[in-house]
């Protein structure tokens, strides 16, 4: 070739930082996301979260114009939190920067602070999360908007003097990572309940995008999640629970903004780090593991052995975020799969290892390797498979030309049986 | 630079929104708080994405392209599918300091060498706009070194909304594009067009053209919809530009009917009678005795024949109610493809309509029981729809989740349609979707389960 360097992405993997925010604005219960930028900025991302969850997304925007871009964009934040009050009226609104926004060096932090301190009215409780597009991931804009949201709720003296009340339900604090399905949020819930602790899903996309009929029929904010009154209490919580391997730089933040003993897991998938867990819960809360949970290890054990065949001699590809890459890795890896490619946005030396060759960078690295069996990656990469007639297993985000994938979900012992079932199938038609 | 759009853009003199804007500029604001459309980015892609052997990069950090490519639903004759690659050069902090023009530049080449395109569309956007990098200058001279058109196209997204960008999009192919190459002799009938804002969403231009063709009209260029490059080039060489559901590409027709003295009209090919009409009025404009009276008679088999094939639907959808909240040319001409359907239309959407637009629905609507909706807000939708008791909603995707969970059956109309509702085919698709999704016993089912609706 005329020219080596590519310097360009084709088909990317990654997604903005401030798309990150917004996904953790919306596990918030009753909350509205304001994207601080152009239309653009929060119209791309209302329609592909919309599709990705099917789900009315509450994203709105600021509707920068070039008059703001240049001479300060201070008017269109403030009034687009006015028009969201007046015509929403929800408990929470979260704001995401853009690039536009960051470049003109405005201090946005600084005009919502000053608005906030004018107004008297009863205000929705407002977070902003600084996410230029130009620096970070997904992932780290999804861990902005986590770390201003504890500084918010850590940083009021009457939090740091409040007593501790003997309650009857003890509360643990569960931070998980972007990657997570609704359903995972839902499984690792109902797991921490089963210990009799009360879980506060920090943020709950369980709860808000699990795809449910509200009661209250069409809404336009967000329709369940992390309620503004537990999250005034997280610091009564009994322990904290970090779970993602990209959530790893935030739990040292996490522990101190909370004040409380903060347990680490890169990732709660596969057969030992799902006994991790179990056991530390079982520990903490004085409570024997439940049968149900006993009754599924056996299980997975069980599938690891029934599947394992199917996946003797065979290639596996891998492009996802950092989180699920670890996660599925490290069920395959257990399984004794043969992970040959791994892509991510950046790049891991704990998790590297497992593959044969690790790159960060773009689905397009998919087109070097087109006769591995099984591509694990998102609805982008059909460009390769329908090429290549590989199978595809759809996992990570964008999901966009599927249905259901809110409802699968990979962690616990059952999330690996899930995926261990449904590679091997793939890799039996392929 | 070009940190502002063109002031042209905001006087058009074929758009009826021109001089009853209060400054002129009316069709650019958007309301802080609100949930608008897109951008003056997603505007111009939405144009020139669907040319098959042409590359699309963006110019722009990750958010504009990586959150949200691969998701057109414009179909192609071609196998290979590059043109729907998401190309970005994802500037980052580093860029951002020393500048991306480079990176621009290596990206290009690039992709020129892998791929082969016939051109390559360059898109500007917010961050380098703003920085100043000289998007023009790289696309001269690598237009001169690889010897295709490469095209910068200026469209960040404060300048504008979705409607802009349209328009940008056709500036740009009227700048750098059409008129850089002749027909071949045997590809012109006596009777050329062009289709101008069809960008065959689920295969509809493939059943325009049918009809077209049986009709005994050559359609020469389609803008854009399973366009090559080389047909957009010698695009000015049709005897007719026919603007199909785009306002915003009006500017288009009237920049080649001022260079090339093009004349150009407006159709819609949404149901039976809107297509009879948009046949017959660019047979008119031919003037041909013989063309006329085969158009005629096409006409009337395949009327006839579509009236068979929807009549049970029709006799179940007589005075069935529909809520119509879709933009601009849809707003009217799905009036009367419901109308033709037998269906009453309660409200319909005008919120991105013209003055225009505004009065064929009235000319449409003989009694003036239609409600025109100028607030898309999703709660008075809803409202209006329990109101008058409406039997569907139709709308964009936006809209599904609004409808839906309120228990109203829905079919969406817009970009992420699941059928091509265009021409005579297309009259029975929605014939039978519509039939189908209001006979549905779910909402039923579900409204008796939730007690609390």
């Known amino acids: 070739m005329m020219n080596p360097i590519k310097n360009i992405e084709i088909n990317p993997l990654q997604a903005s930082s401030s798309l990150g925010a917004a996904m953790f604005f919306l596990g918030i219960n009753n909350a509205v996301v304001l994207m601080h930028g152009a239309v653009g900025c929060a119209s791309f991302d209302k329609v592909t979260l919309t599709k990705h969850f099917r789900e009315n997304i509450p994203i709105v925007t600021t509707a920068l114009n070039e008059y703001g871009a240049i001479l300060g964009g201070t008017d269109f934040l403030t009034s687009g939190i006015k028009n969201i009050y007046e015509k929403m009226k929800p408990d929470f609104i979260g704001i995401a920067s853009s690039g536009l926004t960051e470049t003109s060096g405005e201090d946005i932090a600084g005009i919502i602070r000053d608005f906030k301190e004018k107004q008297d009215l009863p205000f929705s409780k407002i977070i902003y999360a600084g996410t230029p597009d130009y620096k970070g991931s997904l992932e780290d804009g999804y861990m902005q908007a986590m770390l201003a949201l504890l500084e918010d709720f850590s940083g009021k003296e009457t939090y740091k003097t409040f007593k501790k009340s003997k309650k009857l339900t003890k509360s643990v604090n569960v931070f998980c990572p972007v990657s997570f399905t609704p359903q995972d949020f839902l499984e690792l819930r109902e797991a921490v309940g089963y210990f009799d602790l009360k879980p506060v899903m920090i943020p709950d996309l369980g709860l808000s995008l699990d795809g449910h009929l509200d009661e209250r029929g069409y809404l336009q904010t967000t329709a369940g999640g992390l309620g503004i009154k537990d999250l005034e209490n997280i610091h009564n919580s009994e322990f904290n629970i970090v779970t993602g391997l990209s959530l790893g730089n935030a739990v040292k933040s996490i522990s101190e903004l909370t004040g409380l003993a903060t347990y680490y897991f890169p990732n709660v998938c596969g057969l030992k780090n799902s006994d991790k867990l179990f056991n530390l819960l079982s520990e903490l809360s004085g409570k024997e593991i439940p049968e149900k949970y006993k009754r599924q290890r056996r299980q997975l054990m069980d599938a690891y052995l029934d599947t394992h065949f199917y996946f003797l001699g065979k290639d596996i590809a891998l492009a996802l975020g950092i989180d699920l890459l670890d996660s599925f890795s490290t069920i395959y890896s257990e399984m004794g799969a043969n992970l040959k490619i791994g892509i991510s946005t950046k790049f891991s030396n704990d998790i590297k290892y497992r593959f044969l060759n690790f790159y960060e960078g773009d689905l397009d690295l998919l087109d070097n390797y087109r006769n591995v069996d099984l591509i694990v990656s998102n609805s982008n990469a059909g460009f390769y498979v329908k090429d290549f007639r590989i199978p595809l297993l759809k996992a990570g985000f964008p999901l966009i030309d599927e249905i259901g994938h809110g409802y699968k979900h990979y962690i616990l012992y059952r999330g690996a049986v899930n995926l261990a079932v449904e590679s091997a199938n793939l890799l039996n038609k392929g | ?453």
């Open chain 2, 1 to 453: 630079m070009h940190i502002t759009a063109k002031e042209e853009y905001f006087d058009e003199p074929a758009c009826e929104h021109n001089g009853v804007a209060k400054d002129k500029k009316a069709c650019k604001t958007a309301t802080p708080g609100s949930s608008t459309g897109g951008c003056a980015l997603d505007g111009a892609y939405i144009v020139l994405s669907p040319i098959k052997d042409a590359l699309n990069i963006v110019h722009a950090p990750i958010n504009c392209l990586g959150n949200s490519y691969n998701q057109r639903t414009s179909e192609t004759t071609q196998r290979e599918n590059y043109y729907m690659y998401g190309f970005t050069t994802a500037i980052n902090e580093n860029d951002l300091i020393f500048g991306s023009e480079d990176k621009l530049r290596q990206g290009i080449i690039y992709v020129f060498n892998r791929f082969k395109p016939k051109a390559v569309f360059i898109y500007n956007t917010c961050v380098p706009a703003l920085t100043g990098e000289d998007i023009e200058g790289v696309s001269k001279e690598l237009a001169a070194t690889l010897k295709i058109p490469v095209v910068p196209v200026f469209s960040q997204g404060f300048s504008g909304n979705k409607n802009l960008g349209n328009k940008i999009a056709g500036d740009a192919l009227f700048t750098y594009i059409i008129g850089r190459k002749e027909p071949e002799i045997d590809l012109l009938s006596d009777y050329n067009i062009n289709l101008i804002g069809e960008y065959n969403i689920r295969g509809e231009l493939f059943l325009i053209k049918k009809a077209l063709k049986q009709a005994g009209i050559n359609v020469l260029s389609t803008i854009t919809g399973d366009a090559t490059i080389e047909e957009i080039m010698y695009s000015h060489k049709a005897g007719l530009n026919v603007v199909v559901c785009s306002k915003a590409l009006i500017y288009l027709a009237r920049k080649m009917k001022e260079k090339y003295g093009l004349p150009y009209i407006e159709g819609s090919f949404f149901g039976l009678t809107s297509t009879n009409k948009a046949i017959m009025d660019i047979v008119n404009s031919f003037g041909d005795y013989e063309l006329t009276c085969s158009a005629k008679k096409y006409i009337k088999i395949r009327t006839r024949n579509t009236e068979e094939n929807i009549y049970e639907y029709k006799r179940f959808l007589t005075g069935k109610k529909a809520l119509l909240y879709t933009g601009g040319v849809k707003s009217w001409s799905l009036v009367s493809a419901l109308n033709d359907l037998g269906m009453k239309v309660i409200a319909t959407g005008v919120k991105k309509s013209t003055e225009e637009d505004k009065l064929r629905i009235k000319e449409i609507d003989e009694n003036g029981n239609i409600i025109m909706l100028d607030n898309g807000n999703p709660v008075n939708l809803i409202k209006i729809a329990r109101e008058e008791r409406v039997d569907i909603i139709l709308a964009g995707g936006r809209n599904q989740y609004t409808a839906i969970k309120s228990l109203i059956p829905f079919l969406d109309v817009n970009q992420e349609r699941f059928n091509p509702y265009t021409s005579y085919e297309g009259m029975e698709f929605l014939a039978k979707q519509i039939y189908f999704e209001i006979k549905n016993p779910l909402f039923k089912l579900l409204k008796e389960s939730n007690i609390n609706l």
